[in-house]
Nanobody
Framework: QVQLVESGGGLVQPGGSLRLSCAASGIFGRIYLLGWYRQAPGQQRESVATISSGGRTTYADSVKGRFTISTDNTKNTLYLQMNSLKPEDTAVYYC?????????WGQGTQVTVSS
């Protein structure tokens, strides 16, 4: 059984940094695609960054050069390091795991960028 639990959200000033974590039990050791998505009020959920079990990463154009996705297989954890945060990064951030036909979501963590 796969379980995803996000943490690390909060309030940060523009230009600041946050690191999101996703404890991902039951996924490491498989062939997978892990990702971070976000949803702002009144908007659709969008992909922010993904990382495959082979280590390949992708990023949304809006976060390239500012965000970094990574995993620590020894801790079964997915990370999203967010630097140079902007007000438009404000959203609920969700951890996602896909393998085979399976698709799992975490409960989400709020990130608010405001002065």
């Amino acid at each position: 059984q796969v379980q995803l639990v996000e943490s690390g959200g909060g309030l940060v000033q523009p230009g600041g940094s946050l690191r999101l974590s996703c404890a991902a039990s039951g996924i490491f050791g498989r062939i997978y695609l892990l990702g971070w998505y976000r949803q702002a009020p009144g908007q659709q959920r969008e992909s922010v960054a993904t990382i495959s079990s082979g280590g390949r990463t992708t990023y949304a154009d809006s976060v390239k050069g500012r965000f970094t996705i990574s995993t620590d297989n020894t801790k079964n954890t997915l990370y999203l390091q967010m630097n140079s945060l902007k007000p438009e990064d404000t959203a609920v951030y969700y951890c996602n795991a896909k393998y085979g036909r399976n698709n799992y979501w975490g409960q989400g963590t709020q990130v608010t960028v405001s002065s």
